[in-house]
């Protein structure tokens, strides 16, 4: 037997009256709400709940209410509620009746159905038809408030986490009792904590049961909203309407406002002047100098810094990474790349490197002087200004005493001239490039022979000329030069 059959059955012997075959078309509730996928049936509207519940009903087959009263009669969990009787051809406007209000403040789920006793004494019903009733809305935990990515927290909302978070801010309402398939989450970032800047809704899904729910702010709202404190809270709403509950407001720093990409000039602590350029005595980066970004400069937390002493390839380049702090930053330059720059003017700058794009700072240009208290050549042979041929023995051996910034990577150079026998001008060459081989104490130049000294008029002055380089022989920068007289 179905399902349908034994209803009728049912219903026609506990009423003692005759049925039609056909059950009655099912009635129309307009404040019941569409199901949802995992939700509850036939949800009753909040709203609905606070009147008489009208209950519409389509017209029945076999109606003639002038051949005979016929009656309407709607029955609630078994009971009758409502009823209304016609003599007369039923209005279509009519067909309705109401569920008293106080029924509806019972929750749960109800049955009802209606019966339709016709002019002739038979009876026809409905199927039963249930509502689900839901007054009592979610109850949001004591610690309600959105949960933030710690660095948002700490740092704000920065151009940068937007970029690298693809335009979002992520959030996390904490877990909720009562949550329902339907609730629906708005979520706002406002400039006060009653501000209406809705940033987002969303419904709440099957899937998203007994999990933390995550809600997304898009970086265009918080962008068109620029910079400033902001108020980031969120509501929660039932399905059926319940009155809607309020979180409590987390107030987040909004600096989505890229930065500037203008970076202020470098300087060396050693010369102490901030400006554009400066002149760096070489005794006083005799352990080498210390480049200075000062503080103030718009770095982000990622930003790769990097500090430049001279052009990548130029000789006694140097650069080295340097982090990004909020006051002064300092770059040690190792003394070896300062001496190789004696003489010399380079550039000092640094790049920031922000997502991918490098932006170089202002340039100050350096100048390394030459030192001016170099050491003058020495030879034991020389004795009161004269240099002996027939008293210097097998040679005469030049020396030199540290100077600033001696390096191992230095060269030095070593000439003799004078008036020639032969007329020429050619100097006699005691070395054209010997490296420097220790940073320290007294260094061999080299030496030269009594012949080799014989091709300059005797009694006559020669000048000793020395000089270092400091840039591989490319240039020379001269010791101070040693006037001798030629002697016999």
């Known amino acids: 037997m179905s399902l349908i059959t034994l209803i009728r059955s049912l219903w026609s012997s506990l009423k003692g009256r005759t049925t039609q075959a056909d059950p009655l078309d099912p009635p129309e509730i307009a404040a019941l709400l569409p199901d949802l996928e995992g939700g509850e049936t036939h949800l009753l509207r909040f709203s609905a709940t606070h009147q008489p519940l009208e209950v519409r009903f389509k017209m029945w087959k076999n109606s003639n209410p002038a051949m005979g009263e016929e009656t309407l009669t ?42 339709v006793k016709l002019y002739n ?11 689900t009733i839901d007054r009592t809305p979610p109850q949001l935990p004591t610690d309600n408030m959105l949960v933030f990515d710690p660095e948002v927290v700490q740092n704000g ?19 909720y009792s009562g949550i329902r398939v339907g609730d629906v989450l708005t979520w706002y970032w406002s400039t006060s904590p009653s501000g209406m800047h809705q940033a987002g809704s969303r419904s709440v899904t099957q899937g998203d049961i007994n999990k933390p ?57 050693e010369t102490g002047s901030t400006g554009s350029s400066s002149t760096l005595d070489p005794l006083r980066a ?45 770059c040690p330059i190792p003394r070896t790349n300062v001496a190789a720059r004696m003489g010399s ?30 050491p003058a050549p020495q030879c034991e042979a020389i004795q009161s ?3 002996s041929l027939s008293g210097m023995g097998d040679q005469a051996t030049f020396t030199l005493n540290i100077w600033p910034l001696r390096d191992t990577s230095q060269f030095v150079r070593l000439h003799i001239t004078g008036k020639r026998n032969d007329g020429g001008d050619a100097p006699v ?11 320290t104490g007294i260094m061999t130049v080299g030496s030269v022979t009594p012949a080799a000294l014989g091709v300059f008029t005797v009694s006559l002055q020669i000048d000793i000329l020395c000089y270092f380089s400091v840039d591989n022989k490319l240039t020379w920068i001269p010791f101070p030069h040693v006037p001798v007289k030629l002697v016999d």
């Open 121 to 131: 004494g038979n009876h026809s019903s409905s199927l039963p038809f249930h509502i």
């Open 74 to 115: 709607l029955y609630w969990d078994d009971t009758a509620v409502a009823q209304k009787s016609w003599t007369a051809p039923v209005p279509e406007d009519d067909l309705f009746l109401h569920v008293p209000q106080h029924l509806l403040l019972s929750e749960g789920r109800h049955n009802l159905f209606h019966d």
């Open 286 to 330: 005799s352990n080498g100098a210390t480049v200075i970004i000062k503080a103030g400069n718009p770095f982000e937390p990622t930003d790769s810094v990097r500090v430049h002493w001279a052009n990548p390839g130029e000789h006694g380049a140097y650069d080295a990474p340097v982090e990004v702090a909020t006051g002064n930053i300092a």
């Open 429 to 439: 060459v005691v070395t054209d490039a010997t490296p420097v081989t220790s940073a």
């Open 213 to 269: 729910l995550k809600v997304i702010i898009p970086g265009k709202h918080i962008r068109d909203m620029a910079d400033g404190l902001r108020y980031a809270r969120y509501t929660v709403q039932d399905y059926v309407g319940t009155p809607e509950l309020q979180s409590q407001i987390v107030l987040l720093d909004a600096k989505p406002t890229p930065l500037p990409v203008n970076f202020s000039t470098p300087y060396l602590e």
């Open 385 to 387: 200004g004269e240099l």
């Open 157 to 175: 909302v920065t151009d940068a986490y937007l970029v690298e978070h693809n335009e979002e801010l992520e959030a996390t309402v904490p877990l």
């Open 345 to 374: 003017s380079l550039a000092l700058y640094y790049t920031v490197t922000r997502r991918g794009t490098t932006h170089t700072s202002g340039l100050h240009t350096l100048t390394v002087r030459a030192p001016n208290n170099l």
